[in-house]
């Protein structure tokens, strides 16, 4: 799972991570993140961003006070991160127990053109969240440390932030649907039950 230069590969961690998540609501942020939860396998319980860089914690927040008994997982990238930082105040003071966040951080803006983002320059998104009051977070860089990524994502002690260093690798891109009106409607009946859209 490491690459050549020590880092970890994304679509193989998303992977590992979704690995009989059952009923798990997944939201991820725009670009590499929804590629790769479609790659892992598209489904009604995925809702994947698409320009609408920075909102993917937020969305996660909302969900999970509204499904207290669902999991909820925001699989996001570093650059969509520091975009959004303000939502980890907003998610330390509701403190959902189902809500777990993953920052996917290869330190570059993977849709723009691989621009460095301030990660790559010192800036530790963990340290924001546990300053936010997040209490529990991991930085994961090694493949025998996503066992416990995993668990604690599947643990719903939340809110729980991890960050995971990847190799800012150029994946074959496997696209989710691109109709939000599609991904809003069929992940609320996934959610809701099928007369949700009725409503």
Do not use: C
């Amino acid at each position: 799972m490491l690459s050549a230069n020590g880092k970890l590969h994304r679509r193989p961690l998303v992977g590992a991570v979704l690995e009989g998540r059952g009923d798990m609501a997944v939201i991820a942020g725009l670009g590499a993140s929804a590629w790769d939860i479609t790659a892992i396998g598209d489904t009604a319980l995925n809702f994947p961003l698409w320009g609408a860089m920075g909102g993917a914690a937020m969305i996660g927040l909302g969900l999970a006070i509204a499904q207290p008994e669902r999991a909820v997982l925001v699989i996001t990238g570093d650059g969509e991160m520091l975009m959004g930082v303000g939502s980890l105040a907003t998610i330390a003071v509701q403190a959902p127990k189902n809500l777990s966040i993953l920052v996917l951080d290869n330190e570059h803006y993977g849709e723009t053109g691989m621009q460095e983002t301030a990660t790559g320059h010192g800036v530790d998104l963990l340290a924001m969240a546990r300053g936010a009051g997040i209490k529990h977070s991991m930085l994961v860089t090694r493949p025998d440390e996503v066992p416990g990524l995993r668990a604690a994502i599947h643990a719903r002690s939340g809110p729980f932030v991890a960050l995971a260093k990847i190799d800012p690798e150029t994946l074959p891109l496997v696209l989710p649907p691109r109709e939000g009106v599609i991904l809003q409607s069929r992940t609320r009946a996934a959610i809701l039950g099928p007369a949700a859209d009725l409503e």
